[in-house]
């Protein structure tokens, strides 16, 4: 890499398509796990002009109104009437759900299959990431596009901007010298808006209240360029403009590129899924290797085969930012972290309905109490471990 | 990274639910690019037990079939009778298409629109990566476990293995010495099977047919661990164990977790989606560089914004590798490759149906002679830029 360079991250916000999707699988799930925290859930949701579909594998005790749950999601983002393109009350609910297969159920279950631990409902691969680039030890871009989203839906729910709509994506170009993010290179915002407001009046009020409240004034040059509803027109919007599914904003969801990934997306999928437990245990090891000191920066990737406990393989990757040797750093992880599924679960207490709300605007840097995966409290034992 | 350090990639056979929707939704963009180059095209597909759904959205002048084209991507896989679990025939197929939103195409058109030229169709990130580890330039990992999955469709369909069902995963972990892989240190490998087959039976000739064949024997030792059918039983599979969804196996498209990934998916997708043929840009571009030995590994990220021609960033990294300047290498990158919406369809001849292909086994890599973004024809510009 040369010093300087660029990086670009993006976002979008809880009325995009795609988001739409997870938040109703997510809400589908905290609704299963509120009444029965043993179900098995992997709930795929399509949703497109006047009509939601609720797909997947779900095998449990719960009753539960999958329709109504759906709706309400929809209605909470702001979805509400045929005049926004999309109304939670009028649209079409199918829902075409099966049972987890009997063939993995044996392979996963405790005490079943070949391993008689639980195994992991999926083989996979999967990464966590940490570096000390901002107070949550995210990635700066990443948490600038997820920080204007969350901007544009306060200032959309507020009142401040009655104008604005649910749908809207941000996009930050970071220029960085070496390590050390420098500057704004560029921003895009782009927003669902009402009929009635000018491309010119836009642009003014998404500045002052979106984008000035959130970038770093001394990262703004008079060379940043800034692109501003670039289509010039986005009144059609949300699930009628772009057919949105779960799973289909991995990076988003995560550390916006700069970390690595897996493939495995998170949302209405249970924790006995690798896919989402070892990705936010990933997370919470390399969290912990940088708050304590031991790196700057620290990748870690699992894998697993279906039906199998211990991992297939973990990496820790400092990419030479480590104050020990990182032989014994990947010692220590593998000392203080249980990465077996059942570990993992038990370690981060995930049989919580907690899901729905990490759907939008990222699984990670957040600071709810009760994401446990964000948690540092394993900092001080890593740094006994290392003698530090 | 330590200097012994392990790294797992995975990849999905044709028969993979996920696979499935992806096979279809390209099937259809290669009927319409037959018909009408010039059509939008946006097709996702969910596919769960018995049912097929279509939706996304489509302008185009073509006549198409719909149904019967995913009906026969799903024949064509092997998917053709109840036994199987789904029966192509038999399936019901939902179509919910729309044609695209009025307000994206003003801003993507060419000479419509805030730029008059050609706008990307979103905005987005996207990353190319290519790396002299292997003769196509990809990572190990991901290369081997690819050929294990084509190894399982092939002793499928050429009758060596008669038993074997569509759906079927590998996943490959190698171990590395510095930056060269050196050795196998596990491979999961699951595959779905008849009813009558033994869980011996079945290991054996997975290890005799599909492991052997391809696994590189100096990199196989005592110390290699082997998880095959881990769950102890796949009857079950395909759509009706899994639903499966369009664009959920984008890291299996790509380079198997080893270079980043901007997010989003390919198949569906015209290429004026800049998410899929800017992703293909810059596998070109890395790919070029790393064959004009202007450096041993290449990643490119682009960016862009919705109905704007020009990228918002470029960045060219080279991990220490590259043998000039890493600025040199990034202005000849700009000088040789037009990477504005446009430039790419024309210099890759993109407006082609040669999707469906692409949609199973990875997107690069590939030798087929229509896929032009693995040429190495701009090797010798590059080197002679560089002045070597
Ligand atoms: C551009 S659409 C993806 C392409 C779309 N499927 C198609 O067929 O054109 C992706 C996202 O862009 C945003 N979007 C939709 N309409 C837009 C517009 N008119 N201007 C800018 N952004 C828009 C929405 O957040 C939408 O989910
Ligand atoms: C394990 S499933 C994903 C989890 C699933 N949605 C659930 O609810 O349990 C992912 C993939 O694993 C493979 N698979 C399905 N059944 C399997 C089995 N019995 N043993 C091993 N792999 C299996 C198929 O390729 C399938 O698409």
Redesign the interface.
């Known amino acids: ?2 010093n ?7 976002s979008v916000s809880e009325g995009h398509p795609d988001k739409v999707a997870d938040q109703i699988s997510d809400g589908i799930l905290d609704a299963i796990l509120t009444e029965d925290p043993k179900a098995r859930v ?1 709930c ?1 949701t ?1 949703i ?2 006047g ?1 939601i ?1 609720l ?3 779900i095998t449990t005790s719960a009753k539960i109104e999958y329709n109504e749950i759906a709706r309400e999601v929809v209605n909470e983002i702001g979805y509400n009437h045929s005049d926004m393109g999309f109304d939670y009350e009028s649209c079409a609910v199918l829902v ?1 759900l ?1 049972k987890q ?4 159920a ?3 279950d405790e005490g079943r ?3 008689p631990n639980q ?1 992991a409902g999926d ?3 999967m ?1 966590g990431f940490a570096v000390n680039e901002t107070d949550v030890l995210m990635p700066a871009p990443i948490t600038l596009a997820q920080r204007l989203t969350q901007r544009q839906s306060i200032v959309r729910n507020d009142g401040t901007l009655p104008w604005l709509r649910p749908d809207a ?1 941000s ?1 930050v ?1 970071l220029r960085y010298e070496g390590t050390q993010p420098v500057g704004l ?2 921003v ?1 915002l ?1 927003t669902q808006h009402d009929e009635d407001i000018s491309q010119k009046d836009l642009e003014e009020a998404i500045r002052e209240e979106v984008l000035k409240p959130v970038l770093p004034e001394e990262w703004v040059t008079k060379d940043t ?1 800034f ?1 501003i509803n ?8 949300g699930p ?4 949105g ?8 969801d995560t550390y916006g ?7 495995g ?1 998170f949302s209405g999928k249970d924790p006995s899924k690798v896919d989402r437990s070892a990705a936010y245990a990933g997370r919470y090891v390399a969290k912990n290797v940088v708050a304590a000191g031991l790196a700057d920066r620290c990748e870690v ?1 699992l ?1 697993y ?4 406990a211990e991992p ?4 820790v ?3 030479g930012t480590a104050k020990i ?3 014994k ?2 010692q220590i992880v593998r000392d203080n972290f249980d990465l077996r599924p059942k570990g993992i679960v038990n370690m981060l207490d995930l049989l919580r309905p907690i899901y729905k709300k990490t759907a939008a605007y990222g699984h990670f840097g957040r600071t709810e109490d009760d994401i446990t995966w964000e948690k540092t409290d394993k900092a001080d034992a890593l740094r006994k471990a290392a003698g530090i």
């Open positions: 890499m040369s300087t360079s660029l990086f670009t991250s993006e992997a795929e399509m497109n002009t009509m579909v797909s997947g594998e075409a099966d297969s009997p063939d993995i044996q392979g996963v299959g070949l391993d195994g083989q996979g691969l990464f994506k996009q170009t290179d560029a895009v782009s360029k692109h670039p289509t010039g027109r986005f009144v059609i919007g009628v403009g772009d057919c599914l779960t799973g289909r904003k991995i990076i988003v590129g700069m970390g690595r990934h897996g493939g997306a990737q894998s085969a279906i039906g199998v297939t393989s973990v990496r990757e400092t990419f040797s990182e032989d750093l990947e």
